[in-house]
Nanobody, 116 residues
Framework: QVQLAESGGGLVQPGGSLRLTCAAS????????MMWYRQAPGKEHELVAA????????DYADSVKGRFTISRDNAKNTVYLQMNSLKPEDTAVYYC?????????WGQGTQVTVSS
């Protein structure tokens, strides 16, 4: 079955960096768009970044443009989110997601906390 497993979250000071990893299995990874979402306490899920199947096209929320970079390694069935210049408002649970034949698949999420 489809499985998405995020890792790499943690506590970081403002201005710091983290790299999130999402390991995928159970589907043909290279043929699906992959996305990173986040959910802060009391807020809706927010689309942070998306990447095309071949990795050549990316899109970002305005709030993270210039600071976050999404990438993928189709040979390893993995998608990454490099987060630089982190701010307290980036604090959230971060999820990877894909859509397969109209169904949404989410990982369990990884907590990112930006605080001094």
């Amino acid at each position: 079955q489809v499985q998405l497993a995020e890792s790499g979250g943690g506590l970081v000071q403002p201005g710091g960096s983290l790299r999130l990893t999402c390991a995928a299995s159970g589907f043909t990874f290279s043929t699906y768009i992959m996305m990173w979402y986040r959910q802060a306490p009391g807020k809706e899920h927010e689309l942070v970044a998306a990447i095309s199947t071949g990795g050549t096209t990316t899109d970002y929320a305005d709030s993270v443009k210039g600071r976050f970079t999404i990438s993928r390694d189709n040979a390893k069935n993995t998608v990454y989110l490099q987060m630089n210049s982190l701010k307290p408002e980036d604090t959230a649970v971060y999820y990877c997601k894909t859509v397969i034949r109209g169904s949404n698949y989410w990982g369990q999420g990884t907590q990112v906390t930006v605080s001094s």
